[in-house]
């Protein structure tokens, strides 16, 4: 199936620990994008990759960070999770062009405890 | 600074019309989006405008006036499963994505 998918659905864990998402598209798109959703169901852009290259870098905490090795794989590492890290994140892709919307992932929902 | 605005709730009756509104202000546009969110999945793309009018989907219509700034999208012939949120978003001069709060629909019977 052509989508975006992301690796684990859910993520529980301690305070204090370190770790990953994982995120790849096969939809041919030259973008990829992370999003934290918060419980008031906001969407905030995190980080913007095109073609491997970092694009947008909003003011995430540097805890936070995002590898591409590829156009079709962006991950996003965390280190020393905190309580306020709870959120669901979502990966996303699309074209760089103005009218190319954006692609989701389904999610992954972390919980740090 | 840049801004979305766009009702937090509304509650509609199944067969019904409703429509959700959304005003923006961004540096630059290039076109504005609407996002259909059903609770505990992840957002599915519903329309695009960038010029002035209003695009037919369907029992899913969206509209724009670059002018005043403002969008809405109609949901005609409403039925359960349309219970969702809706999110606007606008795209500013550098194509990035601005994005509202979302408006959370519900349908009754």
């Known amino acids: 199936d052509t989508a975006v998918s992301q690796t684990p659905k859910y993520l529980v864990t301690q305070m204090g620990n370190d770790k990953s998402i994982k995120c790849e598209q096969n939809l041919g798109h030259d973008t990829m994008y992370w999003y934290k959703q918060d419980s008031k169901k906001f969407l905030k852009i995190m980080f913007s990759?095109?073609?491997?290259?970092?694009?947008i870098n909003e003011t995430v905490p540097n805890r936070f960070s995002p590898k591409s090795p590829d156009k079709a794989h962006l991950n996003l590492h965390i280190n020393s999770l905190e309580l306020g890290d709870s959120a669901v994140y979502f990966c996303?892709?699309?074209?760089?062009?103005?009218?190319?919307?954006?692609?989701f992932g389904n999610g992954t929902r972390l919980t740090v405890t | 600074g840049q801004n979305i605005d766009q009702p937090t709730e509304m509650t509609a009756t199944e067969g019904a019309i409703v429509q959700i509104n959304c005003t923006y202000q961004?540096?630059?546009?290039?076109?504005l989006f609407w996002y259909q969110q059903h609770a505990g999945e992840a957002p599915t793309f519903l329309s695009y405008?960038?010029l002035d009018g209003l695009e037919e989907k369907g029992r899913f219509s969206s509209f724009l006036s670059r002018s005043k700034g403002y969008s809405y999208l109609l949901l005609k012939e409403l039925q359960m499963k349309d219970s969702a949120s809706y999110l606007c978003?606008?795209?500013?001069?550098?194509?990035?994505?601005?994005w509202g709060a979302g408006t959370k629909l519900i349908i009754k019977p």
């Open positions: 405008n960038v």
């Open positions: 990759y095109n073609n491997k290259e970092l694009i």
């Open positions: 978003a606008a795209m500013d001069s550098n194509y990035q994505l601005i």
């Open positions: 996303a892709s699309s074209f760089r062009d103005g009218n190319s919307p954006l692609h």
């Open positions: 961004t540096s630059g546009f290039n076109g």
